[in-house]
């Protein structure tokens, strides 16, 4: 079975520093990697998702993931956060293959102080 | 224009009730899901169906029972309500088994 780990459960930043929220998967074959976004009171969004190419994905709104298949790493970054990127952030995995699953970490909440 | 839909946004309710959740989504996707997400914001899935089917029951009581009277539908409904059912029940719909997943709203239920 397939599982997902982020490291960090919360994360705090002032504006305009550096973002690296860490996610590590365990599944030996292939994958189609996620990051959700959840902002406050709402729903789920993607912001980017890898499924085969060049590992260093770019998404919504600044945001960038790098997929290194030897360390089983999928981390999400962004060179300058804002305020308004307040919210949760969700990893998540599904091994393809016709697979319906969609494993999803336990998430990192990102305050950004102003 | 909204693509995954939930109603109701909101349902309070004594231990003991029945209740249910709709879904619907207008994206023509085959693929539905109910996620619960805890108090913790921790995500499980619930339910996968495809096409009407029922793909996937992870460890749920069975006082959970998804209905899918068609593809664009996938409801949810809840026997005997317990206090640990409180959460946040989201609905999602994907065009295929391994693509991007689009989530509805949320349907924050509170068993008192």
């Known amino acids: 079975a397939q599982s997902v780990s982020q490291h960090n459960h919360h994360v705090i930043l002032s504006e305009a520093a550096s973002l690296e929220l860490g996610c590590n998967y365990s599944?030996?074959?292939?994958?189609?990697l996620f990051w959700y976004v959840q902002y406050p009171g709402q729903h789920l969004q993607l912001l980017l998702k890898?499924?085969?190419?060049?590992?260093l994905v770019k998404g919504i709104k600044g945001f960038e993931a790098e997929f290194i298949k030897s360390k089983f790493s999928f981390n999400l970054r962004k060179p300058s956060v804002q305020w308004s990127d307040t919210a949760e952030y969700f990893c998540?995995?599904?091994?393809?293959?016709?697979?319906?699953?969609?494993?999803f970490g336990k998430g990192t909440k990102l305050s950004v102080i102003p | 224009d909204t693509a995954v839909s939930q109603t109701p946004k909101y349902l309070v309710t004594q231990m003991g009730n029945d209740k249910s959740i709709k879904c619907e989504q207008n994206l023509g996707h085959d693929t539905m899901y109910w996620y619960k997400q805890d108090s913790k914001k921790f995500l499980k899935i619930m339910f996968s169906y495809n096409n009407k089917e029922l793909i996937i029951n992870e460890t749920v009581p069975n006082r959970f029972s998804p209905k899918s009277p068609d593809k664009a539908h996938l409801n949810l409904h809840i026997n005997s309500l317990e206090l640990g059912d409180s959460a946040v029940y989201f609905c999602?719909?994907?065009?295929?088994?391994?693509?991007?997943?689009?989530f509805g709203p949320g349907t924050r239920l509170t068993v008192l």
């Open positions: 999602a719909s994907t065009p295929t088994s391994t693509d991007t997943q689009y």
């Open positions: 890898y499924f085969s190419g060049d590992p």
């Open positions: 599944y030996g074959g292939t994958v189609n």
């Open positions: 998540a995995v599904n091994s393809g293959a016709g697979s319906y699953q969609l494993t």
